[in-house]
């Protein structure tokens, strides 16, 4: 059985161009970048040149971008590094949707003593920008907003709240690791000092992320040690992860036109065909301030985990905000945030697609879930008893 | 994604008796949407007082629906006295074990058979003395008492595992401690050294026969059931069931879960607890 997967937010494949692009260089090309024989140095060059791809990507100069070992690495360093040069400062500014990434660290910050302001979401997940800007104050010392959001694919916007953070002297950090190679991202037409990207959610491998670094902001390294990174960064460089990650960024640019007709097209499909044969089914967050690859839909009285399960027979893979796949007791934060309700939230199913599928992809999904939602109805307690009706419970 | 026994996996895919019984003649609804997992529990006894037939309703994840669909297989057969024995370990066991997060599924049904079954009889379930402890998932200190006894949990995470309750805000967590600190409390007695020193063979035995008297003949006696201790070999303990416990097909569980650790908690940490035949 071939699978059909619709989880790229999770997770993506490594192109086959991105894989053969970083193959020569763990066996044969493998000599570190910082070595002064030429063996070495032809590796820093590689180095160099990924390093451009991935700066041209995101419209920011090379020495603006900072190698990372993840997506989180790159959270946690530029969120700390604003603290240290804030000294006095004692409030971050953040949203209630983030990812675990920031999310948790700015929860562990709060318990060390800082004042964390988690900006609500409405019904759609949309910030309340007025909301943002009355919560900007001289002790702020950070805000961290991500630029678009995991489970429901809803882009902030985070460009005004980085002008606004500017206009105060405010450091403005966001985690695009769902937006880049998503939408299009301009470092030069913005006011944003920090972001963070992650190589495993556009093609690249697991295990390489980036912090863009705005010139002139001040910046103090996350783990310190060699003098890798101009001194930002310690660490050897994961060469072959780098040079991917340029490759694959060097794809995400040309692919980003592909990705805004084609994966949209088919992500509209899958939606609307699937709110059309399930009842009782809706979409979870803005449709309109939205990636173009997610949607998350809530199938009411029934619970994602099930349906997860039964689509894994036919090979289709997505994730679900439920409590059972959360793997705590509670549906997702997001949806909690949202106000969704418990009937909704635990039936949620999130599909993120990628360039890579099809309308063979979209047509199994669309023919075999509804009779997946179907048989996991007639077995729950609330189907039949509030069949139109509200629930009870 | 979560590691399921093949079991698991069947009850889900193809669960057993899915729907409601007319006119039943025992009914139970317990969980909450809210909570994420609910189940409805019907059940009707043939001319012999026995099970003739049982249905569920699950809102809830695999497991939930495998253990719901699992113990209405159990139920079909038994006498109303001996669908009452069938604890959440048994439903477990039947489905070839669930993962630790998920016993709460197992948990969810033993409540539902509890209260079907207390429909039954017309009496009523409310316990009027027992106090929500955790308010996120409605779980009262009774229930909680209940799953750290039955299943001998000792940390909040095994409780929250089993109950749900401290899965959520974690404000409960404090007072779920006591509780555990309680039942152990009253479980300890002032035997059991720190230091044990080396035992001679007449002291084990002595010993071993102390703890069956003072541990775990009365717990079996409570569920109808009894112990005899035929012979101590080096450190197996050979014992004989008798009574319920010689029928119940969860006695295997019973034996290792239970009289192994107590025997090893209150005799010698390297007894192995062994049935033989009566
Ligand atoms: C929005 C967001 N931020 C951060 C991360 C973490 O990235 P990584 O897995 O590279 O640490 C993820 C992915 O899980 C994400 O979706
Ligand atoms: S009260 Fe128990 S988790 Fe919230």
């Known amino acids: ?393 | 994604m979560w590691e399921y026994t093949d079991k698991v996996r069947e009850h889900f895919l193809n669960p057993k008796n899915a729907g409601e019984i007319e006119n039943p003649d025992g009914v139970a609804e317990v969980g909450s949407i809210a909570c994420g997992d609910a189940l409805k529990l019907t059940f009707k006894l043939d001319e012999n007082k026995r099970i003739a037939d049982a249905k569920f309703k699950t809102f809830g994840c695999a497991s939930a629906i495998a253990s719901a669909s699992a113990l209405t297989e159990m139920l079909k057969g038994k006498t109303v006295e001996e669908a009452m024995k069938i604890t959440n370990q048994d439903i477990a066991d039947y489905l070839g074990g669930l993962p630790p997060e998920k016993m709460h599924c197992s948990v969810l049904g033993q409540e539902a058979l509890e209260k079907a079954i207390e429909s039954y009889r017309g009496v009523s379930h409310k316990k009027p003395d027992e106090e929500i402890v955790c308010v996120c998932f409605g779980v009262t200190d009774g229930e909680i008492e209940r799953a750290v006894r039955q299943n001998h949990l000792t940390t909040v995470e095994e409780v929250t595992n089993y109950t749900k309750a401290g899965g959520g805000c974690t404000n409960c967590h404090e007072k779920i401690q006591e509780i555990i600190d309680r039942v152990y409390a009253t479980q300890k007695t002032e035997e059991g050294p720190a230091e044990r020193p080396k035992l001679s063979n007449i002291q084990k035995i002595r010993m071993i026969e102390e703890t069956i008297e003072r541990e775990i003949r009365p717990s079996l006696k409570h569920d109808g059931g009894d112990i005899e201790l035929v012979d101590v070999v080096g450190n197996r303990v050979l014992v004989a069931m008798r009574g319920a416990c010689a029928t119940c097909q969860a006695s295997q569980a019973t034996m290792k879960g239970f009289v192994e650790w107590k025997l090893k908690e209150f005799v010698s940490p390297e007894l192995v607890v062994e049935e033989v035949a009566s």
């Open chain 1, 1 to 393: 059985m071939k699978e059909v997967y619709l989880d790229n937010n999770a997770t993506t494949m490594v192109a086959r161009e991105v894989l053969d692009e970083m193959l020569p260089y763990f066996h044969d090309y493998y000599g570190n970048p910082s070595s002064m024989h030429s063996f070495g140095g032809q590796v820093a060059r590689k180095l160099a040149e990924a390093r451009q791809k991935i700066a041209s990507l995101l419209g920011a100069d090379p020495e603006e971008i900072i190698f990372t070992s993840c997506g989180t690495e790159s959270d946690n360093a530029a969120i700390m590094s604003a603290l240290a040069n804030s000294p006095g400062k004692n409030h971050i500014i953040t949203s209630r949707v983030e990812h675990p990434a920031v999310k948790v660290l700015c929860e562990h910050l709060a318990q060390k003593g800082y004042r964390v302001t988690m900006l609500s979401v409405d019904a759609e997940g949309m910030l309340d920008m007025n909301e943002y800007e009355a919560s900007l104050t001289p002790d702020t010392a950070v805000v961290s907003i991500m630029w678009a959001n995991n489970e429901t694919g809803v882009i902030f916007p985070v460009e005004d709240a980085a002008r606004l953070a500017r206009e105060r002297g405010i450091p403005f950090h966001t985690d695009a690791v769902q937006a880049a190679g998503k939408i299009p991202i301009n470092m030069k037409g913005n006011s944003i000092d920090m972001l963070s990207i992650s190589g495993h959610k556009l093609h690249a491998p697991k295990g390489i992320g980036v912090l863009y670094v705005r010139k002139g902001t001040r910046f103090s390294p996350f783990l310190i040690g060699g003098h890798q990174e101009k001194g930002r960064r310690g660490g050897t460089e994961n060469v072959p992860a780098i040079i991917a990650l340029g490759k694959a960024c060097e794809l995400a640019g040309a692919n980003m036109e592909k990705e805004n007709t084609h994966v949209r097209a088919l992500r509209d499909r899958l939606e609307s065909e699937l709110l059309k044969a399930v009842p009782q089914s809706k979409v979870n967050g803005n449709r309109r301030q939205r990636l173009p690859n997610t949607t998350n839909i809530s199938f009411e009285f029934i619970e994602g985990e099930s349906i997860l399960l039964l689509m894994d027979q036919f090979g289709i893979c997505a994730s679900s905000g439920s409590a059972c796949t959360s793997g705590s007791l509670q549906p997702s934060h997001v949806l909690r945030a949202m106000g969704v309700p418990y009937t909704m939230a635990h039936g949620s199913i999130r599909f993120s697609l990628s360039v890579y599928n099809t309308a063979e992809d979209i047509d199994l999904v669309i023919n075999e879930l509804p009779p997946i939602i179907e048989k996991l109805r007639v077995l729950s307690p609330y189907w039949a008893t509030t069949q139109g009706a509200c629930a009870t419970a």
